[in-house]
Antibody, heavy 126, light 110 residues
Framework: EVQLVESGGGLIQPGGSLRLSCAASGFTVSSNYMSWVRQAPGKGLEWVSVIYSGGSTYYADSVKGRFTISRDNSKNTLYLQMNSLRAEDTAVYYC????????????????????WGQGTLVTVSS | EIVMTQSPATLSVSPGERATLSCRASQSVSSNLAWYQQKPGQAPRLLIYGASTRATGIPARFSGSGSGTEFTLTISSLQSEDFAVYYCQQYNNWPPKVYTFGQGTKLEIK
């Protein structure tokens, strides 16, 4: 059974740092595309970052230069290092696995999220 | 950046009736569109990917249609557990990857 369990959230002052973890079971993190998606209180979903199976990483403009996504293959765990935190980073942070399928031409299509963790709340406030 | 616009923001429907939710992309995303359901205090749940393919375990009363810029999620006969917020998401940008969600439609009991 696929499971994703986030941890590491909490209350942090503006300008501070926090590292989120997402422990996976039932599949191999390093063989999949893995993302972080966040949701501010009462708001919609915002994609934050992705790490490809090959190791390439991408970020939303809102966090570029401040957040770093990584993984530990030996622990089958995904991370999000968050630096220079701002009040607007306050949100529930979800880790999510990308699903994939082959289209009619045989090309692999990725980009939707088939499994999500339960989320961890990050509150940036003084 | 591709902008996803969902309508209406809130939809009031009676149990047993049909609900139709819309999602529009600011430019073509082909069929690279997913739908999610989110209940209060829970993570989103994948319903539909590839615009029309139901995810594993999703009841047949959920169906998706559309391509290009116009998409629809239809729930044929609403059950009590279907009242939730629904999000669409495009995954056509390739690369660099930028995933964008609609702002959500809240489906409430009439």
């Amino acid at each position: 059974e696929v499971q994703l369990v986030e941890s590491g959230g909490g209350l942090i002052q503006p300008g501070g740092s926090l590292r989120l973890s997402c422990a996976a079971s039932g599949f191999t993190v390093s063989s999949n595309y893995m993302s972080w998606v966040r949701q501010a209180p009462g708001k919609g979903l915002e994609w934050v970052s992705v790490i490809y199976s090959g190791g390439s990483t991408y970020y939303a403009d809102s966090v570029k230069g401040r957040f770093t996504i990584s993984r530990d293959n030996s622990k089958n765990t995904l991370y999000l290092q968050m630096n220079s935190l701002r009040a607007e980073d306050t949100a529930v942070y979800y880790c999510a696995r990308e699903g994939n399928y082959y289209d009619s031409s045989g090309q692999i299509i990725r980009g939707y999220f088939d499994y999500w963790g339960q989320g961890t709340l990050v509150t940036v406030s003084s | 950046e591709i902008v996803m616009t969902q309508s209406p923001a809130t939809l009031s429907v009676s149990p047993g009736e049909r609900a139709t939710l819309s999602c529009r992309a600011s430019q073509s995303v082909s069929s690279n569109l997913a739908w999610y359901q989110q209940k209060p205090g829970q993570a989103p749940r994948l319903l539909i990917y590839g615009a029309s393919t139901r995810a594993t375990g999703i009841p047949a009363r959920f169906s998706g249609s559309g391509s290009g810029t116009e998409f629809t999620l239809t729930i044929s006969s609403l059950q009590s557990e279907d009242f939730a917020v629904y999000y669409c998401q495009q995954y056509n940008n390739w690369p660099p990857k930028v995933y964008t969600f609609g702002q959500g439609t809240k489906l409430e009991i009439k």
